[in-house]
């Protein structure tokens, strides 16, 4: 038989659990609905990528530079280099975010037992 200071150390032990749970859940649902909304811009602009190269010409961006990165048929190389880069970094931040968290999560649940 447990006594009543048990059962309500149980019931609260039982209520941090589940915020616990409802907390990872909707921690994973934000991670799904970003993951999906990076994904969706980077579709979008792979797909208008040809559209927005095309508006620029060697001659803008001068026609000795047939060759270089930055020419008006090759600009693309550049923003999808800068598109990469961008999202290496969102990616790096979310990782140190996600595994501070976990962190503290472990130090709560340490602290609690």
Partial sequence: ?????????????????????RQRRRARGIFC?????????IVSLALAMPGIT?????AALGGGMAA???????????????????LGVCVTVLCVRLR????DTADEERHDD
Wanted: net charge positive.
């Fill in 1 to 21: 038989m447990r006594t009543t200071a048990e059962r309500l150390a149980a019931a609260k032990r039982r209520a941090r659990e589940l915020e616990r749970e």
């Fill in 33 to 41: 609905a970003g993951t999906a909304a990076c994904l969706a811009i």
């Fill in 54 to 58: 095309e508006g620029f010409s060697d």
């Fill in 68 to 86: 270089s990165i930055f020419s008006g048929r090759s600009l693309g190389y550049l923003v999808v280099g800068l598109l990469a880069f961008a």
């Fill in 100 to 103: 501070g968290h976990e962190r």
